[in-house]
């Protein structure tokens, strides 16, 4: 007799159509926070970043997530529950994604492994705090909103305005075919650099000098 699946694959498959029509609005954000807390191979994300078809692109994450097991479903529906992805897709808060706890055996593990992937939820996305204007931690939903506004120039800002080596912007470019996913890329590098420095009013404030500002209109979204 075939092993029932376990619970969290149980509900993905069951939100799956759901959720490929609400995350394929911005399929590459999500695909960056799932990769950025390795829920996804190194294969895996390679042939996912490949799909040029947003919906496809969904499809094929969440087929991946599925096929690694229990712990890899548990990490994205975690991560689907995170308030960054909740503002950018706020229709997730219409679904279900609650795993119902089966066995009571369970509950003591099941809460370790939830605690682990909180607290690594928020070393990959900081947490919303409250704060004045530009002074919290940018968040990546801000970091993706600034890097679809950087054009040709991006290597030149990461090198003189970031302050980012010349052969970490060569490894970016190797690492990401897209030239948006390269400019978030290297605005989540300068983030995990400055740690608690890595404000989204400091960022507009490097982002702003003379010699490459960008539009305000472009940057302007790090200080609401």
Do not use: N
């Given at each position: 007799m075939a092993e029932e699946p376990a619970a969290e694959i149980q509900l993905l498959r069951s939100h799956k159509v759901k959720l490929i029509e609400i995350l394929s609005a911005d399929a590459d954000f999500v695909l960056q926070h799932a990769d950025a807390?390795?829920?996804?191979?190194?294969?895996?994300?390679?042939?996912?970043?490949?799909?040029?078809?947003?919906?496809?692109?969904?499809?094929?994450?969440?087929?991946?997530?599925?096929?690694?097991?229990?712990?890899?479903?548990?990490?994205?529906?975690?991560?689907?529950?995170?308030?960054?992805?909740?503002?950018?897709?706020?229709?997730?808060?219409?679904?279900n994604l609650q795993v119902n706890t089966l066995s009571p055996g369970k509950n003591k593990s099941s809460r370790k492994r939830k605690k682990k992937t909180a607290h690594h939820l928020q070393e990959v996305i900081p947490s919303k705090q409250i704060c004045a204007k530009g002074s919290c931690l940018v968040k990546e939903k801000q970091?993706?909103?600034?890097?679809?506004?950087?054009?040709?120039?991006?290597?030149?800002?990461g090198r003189l305005a970031l302050d980012i080596p010349s052969v970490k912007l060569e490894q970016i470019e190797e690492d990401h075919s897209l030239h948006v996913e390269r400019v978030f890329a290297m605005l989540r590098y300068w983030r995990s650099c400055q740690k608690e420095k890595a404000t989204a009013a400091h960022l507009h404030s490097l982002l702003s000098q003379e010699d490459w500002a960008l539009p305000p209109e472009s940057i302007d979204s790090l200080l609401d």
């Open positions: 807390l390795c829920l996804l191979s190194a294969q895996g994300y390679q042939q996912v970043k490949a799909c040029r078809v947003p919906c496809e692109k969904v499809t094929d994450l969440l087929d991946h997530i599925i096929q690694r097991g229990p712990e890899a479903a548990r990490g994205l529906l975690e991560l689907l529950k995170h308030q960054d992805l909740r503002e950018t897709f706020p229709m997730l808060r219409s679904v970091l993706m909103t600034v890097a679809r506004t950087i054009g040709r120039s991006w290597r030149e800002i």
